[in-house]
């Protein structure tokens, strides 16, 4: 089965800026927080906002206290007016593409034109229109209401900014045949444009369509019309649990977009579900190799025998001999530490990643065991290895330990981080780090006793291409991270600026390679493993363009560039020996 996801598919500019402000609002603004109305059409996302504390309002209340966000649709002024006069403080987090209409309607409104609102008379962003238009103001969703206006002396005709494109031609059409004297205003959000043509021309290529959204998201609902005209089964789901598997189970090729209200974790679970509906019907070894890639993916035992091939191929750049010893203990402490983090980070994997959320919880007891079994194994083989070893890598799974919990107390008002993981950008830097030191500084300080200009750069190179493996899919966990407060390197300089920083990273580490190869500073085995960045490189180009989806495939292939470096590895030191 073929899945293909819209690139406009997810929040918009203006649902992504009112969730991140509510968001941030109980750290900034004074309590209660409050939305007036829903501040946005999607029922998981206000299920969220209401466990953080930030309740709805529906009506204005005479007297109150706190902090009111305005929802993303706007609100008449007399509303805005009404929250202030009652006490509250007032966070506009109206759409800037709704303002812009606001705009256009109050100007012309002072200067005596009727406005003509094209949208659903019960939809609260044209409400809030309304209000800018005063008495002169009307919502027409037909062409027939239309015709029923009085004809005025002047008029503009807007649009609400999620309305259908074809039918706003219509209504340019029916101005330029009845009234080409009405100002008409194209409204409608370039989002929005591109999202309804997106649609058009992804049902025209697939067999069926699945459109995620809030029921009572005014433009998911259109996306749903849109995809149903062109004739193909479609499919208007809210979660990955309203999926019907008969229903879909005869299409070759999967089309999903989503509203702009609809956030990527929701996004996600559907096509991590629909990802998985092949394996019901496949047998024999094909839905046996992808249930395995799952469990090893799940448990973490692919990405820690991944930092074993990393620890080889590292050993190998620096010309020491290979010991199972250090190799193991890169192992068993990547497992170790990368299970404990996981059972302690299952809010944020509730939205990333909620496979594995459910996972995690209902084998907590057998993983719990094999974490702390992994990290007093390898404490156990660096204790063997001698004392230098044994303290660096108990100091450092001290440190991981540490990662998620309170080391200072929150009584202390003036102390801004009180868990290693407030701090911005800890987790990509800290990972990619202790990655380095167990894979390039243990076999050195194992072997050597110290440390010299090679093992500090071979440190470099793994250190860099474990940061962006961990800062690639901290991108796709952007909003999940967000919600539960982490501060990312991709949630602090944006997803453009860490894609553009993860390029100069992989570019930074080609040359390192070529460079301490050719000085002798590396084996000539740095010269193959030059594929490891190049390999990761694609996969982000292909991601950028949409080829490469978030799910299964997308975090295997992430994982596999390292067992490529051991591949490499090992190839060049059977090439050496022979």
Known sequence: MKITIAKTAGFCMGVRRAVEMALDAPDQHQGPIYTYG???HNPQV?????????????ELPPVGSGTVLIRAHGVPPDAREGLIRAGFKVIDATCPRVIKVQTIIRQHARKGYASIIIGDRDHPEVTGLLGYAGAAGHAVDNLADLDRLPVFDRAIIV?????????????RQWAADHHPHYKIFDTICDSTEKRQAEVKQLAADVDAVVVVGGRSSGNTQRLVQIAAESGKPSFHIETEDDLDDKALEKAECIGVTAGA???NWII?????????????????????FVNLQRFLLLTNLYVSLGAGCLSYSGAKLMRLPCRLSYVLISVLYVLSMHILNNLTGRNADHYNEP??????????????????FAGGAGLMTAFAMGFMPFMVLLVMSLMGLSYNLQLLPDRWPNVKYHRIRELPGSKTLLIAMAWGVVTSVFPSLALRGTLDLTSLLVFVWATGIVF?????????????DRIVGKGTIPIIIGEKQTLKLLKVVLAALVVLLAAAGFWGLFSTLAYALAICPVFIYFILAAHERGHMLPGLRLEFLVETQFMLAGLMAFIWSAGSSG
């Open 355 to 372: 496979e594995r959320a459910f996972f995690y919880e209902k084998y907590k007891a057998f993983l719990t065991f094999l974490a702390l």
């Open 468 to 480: 962006v493996r961990t800062a690639l899919f901290d991108i796709l966990d952007m909003q999940g």
């Open 159 to 171: 649009a609400q900014t999620t309305q259908n494109t074809r039918f706003f031609g219509r209504v």
């Open 46 to 58: 206000l299920q969220l906002l209401q466990a953080k504390g930030i309740t709805v309002i529906d």
């Open 268 to 288: 996600r679970g559907v096509y991590r579900r629909l990802e998985q509906m092949p394996l019901k019907k496949r047998s024999g070894w094909k839905g046996l």
């Open 38 to 40: 829903p501040l946005i």
């Open 261 to 263: 209200s609809t956030p």
